[in-house]
């Protein structure tokens, strides 16, 4: 069965420092997502992504994160400067375009810790 | 704005028992709701959606959900638990049906099965 992979499961970092959270979603989807689950909190949507744009952001997606599908695989999320707060767990999903089997499907996440 | 309410913090069972974990939405639309189970360190995993049709929505692993208009609500159930169903539970809602929007989750339920 298809899934989502992301990569590294666990990454630290210094704040400050610039880091680069990578995603492979299911080949044939179009939508891809980022959400993240700070430590015992909900899990929050961050944005989501169409078309090689941004198609919504939520408040947390600020000038300090930036996605990009560099090639026709990957789909990555950048956080520029990264600060205490943005240590949590970090998904990617994906989704089809818009049909009665559409969900999002989520990878196994990668755990961001920034000292 | 939409939101998802799940009331309980925790949901305890013996295994054998029948097992419900509530969830209710807000939403200014349709509503489309989704359950997703997550087990420890894991990522997340689909359960089941409700888009529209038949309210008792049959999804993965023997569980179910009924969606109910009139009460906002998209209860989780399963007739007879198992102690490898114990994990942490989310609900989540999008409006409309555009697959780019966000996913708006519940702040989650964790059960627990004994034997």
């Known amino acids: 069965e298809p899934e989502v992979t992301q990569t590294p499961s666990h990454q630290v970092t210094q704040m400050g420092q610039e880091v680069i959270l990578r995603c492979v979603p299911i080949?044939?989807?179009?939508?891809f997502y980022w959400y993240r689950q700070i430590l015992g909190q909900k899990v929050e949507f961050l944005v989501s992504?169409?078309?090689?744009?941004?198609?919504?952001k939520s408040e947390i997606f600020d000038d300090q994160f930036s996605v990009e599908r560099p090639d026709g695989s990957n789909f990555t999320l950048k956080i520029r400067s990264t600060k205490l707060e943005d240590s949590a767990m970090y998904f990617c999903?994906?989704?089809?375009?818009?049909?009665?089997?559409?969900?999002?499907?989520f990878g196994p996440g990668t755990r961001l810790t920034v000292l | 704005a939409q939101s998802v309410a799940q009331p309980e913090d925790q949901v305890n069972v013996a295994e054998g028992n029948p097992l419900t974990v509530k969830c209710t939405y807000s939403?200014?639309?349709?509503?489309?709701l989704f359950w997703y189970v997550q087990y420890p360190n894991r990522g997340l995993q689909f359960l089941l959606k409700?888009?529209?049709?038949?309210?008792l929505v049959k999804g993965s692993y023997g569980f179910e959900a009924e969606f109910n208009k009139s009460q906002t609500s998209f209860h989780l159930k399963k007739p007879s638990a198992l102690v490898s169903d114990s994990a942490l539970y989310f609900c989540?809602?999008?409006?409309?049906?555009?697959?780019?929007?966000?996913?708006?989750f519940g702040k989650g339920t964790t059960l627990s099965v004994s034997s």
């Open positions: 080949s044939n989807h179009l939508y």
């Open positions: 939403v200014s639309g349709n509503p489309y």
């Open positions: 409700y888009i529209t049709g038949d309210n």
């Open positions: 989540a809602v999008r409006e409309g049906g555009q697959a780019g929007t966000a996913l708006i």
């Open positions: 999903a994906s989704s089809e375009l818009e049909g009665p089997s559409v969900g999002q499907f």
């Open positions: 992504f169409y078309n090689n744009e941004i198609s919504e």
